[in-house]
Nanobody, 128 residues
Framework: QGQLMESGGASVQAGGSLRLSCSASGATINSNYITWFRQAPGKEREGVAAILSAAVGGSTYYADSVKGRFTISRDNTKNMVYLQMNNLQPVDTAMYYC???????????????????WGQGTQVTVSS
């Protein structure tokens, strides 16, 4: 049974940085994709960054809105996936979730559809 748990959310000022962590259960860390999503109040959940399993190349994918500011990485020895967020802006304020094991539509890693496992989320608030 896949389990994911996010941590690291906080309140920061614009221009600041945070590192979010996603702890994955033993089998889940080897999922085809592990992806960070975010959802702001009143908005749809959007994909932020995805990372492929190391077994299939470990490629990363980013939403245009975070390219150059956010970096996704993984440490399989610790069963962890990280999201380093730099130069945070108020528009980045949202609940951040990690998800794993995309069951279909693999060519759309940043679509929230078809992910089997989800964490409970961690709140990021950026003030101006």
């Amino acid at each position: 049974q896949g389990q994911l748990m996010e941590s690291g959310g906080a309140s920061v000022q614009a221009g600041g940085s945070l590192r979010l962590s996603c702890s994955a259960s033993g089998a889940t860390i080897n999922s085809n994709y592990i992806t960070w999503f975010r959802q702001a109040p009143g908005k749809e959940r959007e994909g932020v960054a995805a990372i492929l399993s190391a077994a299939v190349g470990g490629s990363t994918y980013y939403a245009d809105s975070v390219k150059g500011r956010f970096t996704i990485s993984r440490d399989n020895t610790k069963n962890m996936v990280y999201l380093q967020m730099n130069n945070l802006q108020p528009v980045d304020t949202a609940m951040y979730y990690c998800a794993a094991d995309k069951t279909k539509n693999w060519y759309l890693p940043l679509s929230p559809r078809d992910y089997k496992f989800w964490g409970q989320g961690t709140q990021v608030t950026v003030s101006s």
